[in-house]
């Protein structure tokens, strides 16, 4: 291992002087040099850094109609076929300042979407970095329809794919292999980065997986069932959307000074037990306050959801993630990407009523788990032994993926391996975000070098970074040190800081010291 990664450093040593260079001119001709099994090089393109890309192709539902390049790339964009019915359109962006790293990005939702800015961000940090676009393109899920490979391309084979095409064209391009590999993604993208974790343990070195829809049939159904709950707006088991911020209060009011400190962020939801019907109307009032059908709702909102045979389907959704949960989920409509993923990947079935949806379906759903997309192995021993290292972490405010789900998956990791914490902490290790919603935003201390945006580079307050120290210097974190600015503008400054604890510990107020500084805060 010592001796390749020396070879490989030399030779990106070598292949750096010989770029220096000759970057553009290399970059232009690189796409009649490259072969590609079942591919097709469409272009590559030198981008000067600075330069506002337009994909004027671009299907118009992925809303990306244009991405600022931060560092010089050499930009080359392909379709590779995976089976005789569909295929991957990809990017491959090679920075003129690469690191001799690579890492694969991931999607979002039921996209179709190759995530440009993450791309930028990556290629900005000296990544050489591969995005592709699922085995489809936009942001429903109608192309699974009587298409079974491209459910599969969905499920793993466009990132997979993408990885072992994209490290081909690195090498290809600078004459050297990468020295390491990294994954980073998000909500569909965490699921990819464990997909790939579980099902091909040595395409990376380091995987980032954030608020991960693994679990995946049965995060469809649990998405689904709130609209069987809530009925549509004018059900009488309806909760309206001026109630919200209502309940999210109440719920701060019953569950904040759990961590010892009233500041609208609940370090740790699992120990709130909220109690719905202290806002049940009194006589004569009809204002701010719930029916008692409305409170059973919301009583089976927070609740874990279970099947036909008693087994758990999903844990509950975290109380203080209601604000986004009654935007996405609670709205009195069919979830979009439930309704797709039954109607197109499940039932084959374009006619299939969301409003139907009850436990058989999720045990059907789960029983048939298309693609292989369920993501649920818990032997990750494999990752571990070739010396990979994991790190999740999820939002404690994510209203759209319960984040018990992350905990739930190391749970189950570590009594799968038969494994306790400190074991895991040898490669894998979860950090709960308090005050971050779905990947991003929320009061809390969200921003961790999760994405682009503006969190330092420091390994001590960036995710990813602290991956790449992980792999490279053996050093693991303890904590990840999250940031938020005010009204969150880097301009404005920092509002405050926290140190996001590793799971199972949970933050603490020390009863003295500024809330807004970390060091007033305990991982206990
Ligand atoms: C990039 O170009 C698009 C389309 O012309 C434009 O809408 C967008 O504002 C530009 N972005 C920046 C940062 O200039
Ligand atoms: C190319 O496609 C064929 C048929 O789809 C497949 O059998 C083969 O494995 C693919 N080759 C590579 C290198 O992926
Ligand atoms: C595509 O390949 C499958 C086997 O993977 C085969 O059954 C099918 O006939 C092929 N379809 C076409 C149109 O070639
Ligand atoms: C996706 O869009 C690209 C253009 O951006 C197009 O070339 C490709 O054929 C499309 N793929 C599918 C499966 O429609
Ligand atoms: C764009 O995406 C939408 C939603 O996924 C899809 O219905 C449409 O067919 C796509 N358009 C093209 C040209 O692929
Ligand atoms: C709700 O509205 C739908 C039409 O949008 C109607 O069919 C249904 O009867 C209404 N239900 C109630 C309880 O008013
Ligand atoms: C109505 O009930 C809510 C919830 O208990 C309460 O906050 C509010 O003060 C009550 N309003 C009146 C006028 O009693
Ligand atoms: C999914 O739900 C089914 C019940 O419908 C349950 O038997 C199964 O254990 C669940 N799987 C996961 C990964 O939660
Ligand atoms: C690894 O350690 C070396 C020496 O202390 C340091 O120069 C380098 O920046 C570190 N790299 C990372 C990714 O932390
Ligand atoms: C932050 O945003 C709020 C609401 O939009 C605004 O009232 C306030 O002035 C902003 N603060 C600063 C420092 O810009
Ligand atoms: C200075 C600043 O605020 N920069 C960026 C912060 O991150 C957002 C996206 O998350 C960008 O839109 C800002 O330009």
Redesign the pocket.
Known sequence: MRIGSIIALAAFGAARLVLANNFEAHCRDIASQLDVANGTVWFSQYVPGGTNLTFP???VTCARPSQVIPKDICRIAL?VATSNRS?I?METWLPRDWTGRFLSTGNGGLGGCIQYEDMAYTVGLGFATVGG?NG??GTSGG?FYNNPDVVQDFAWRSVYTGVVVGKQISHDFYGAPHTKSYYLGCSTGGRQGLKMVQDFPDIFDGVVAGAPANAFNNLTSWSGHFYTLTGPANASTFIPASMWPVIHQDILNQCDRIDGYADGILEDPDLCQYRPESLICGPGNTTNCLTGEQANTLRQIFSPLYGLDGSLVYPRLQPGAERVAGQAILNGRPFPYTADWFRYAVYNDPNWDPATLDAADYAYAARLNPGGIETWKGDLSTFRDRGGKLLTYHGLQDGIISSDNSARYYNYVSRTMNLPSSALDSFYRYFRISGMEHCSGGPGAWQIGQSRGNASLSPDANILMAMVRWVENRTAPESILGTKFVNDTRSLGVAFQRAHCKYPTRNVYSESGDPTEPESWNCV
Do not use: F, L, Q, R
């Open positions: 192709d671009y299907n379709y295929g359109s676009n489809h393109n192309a």
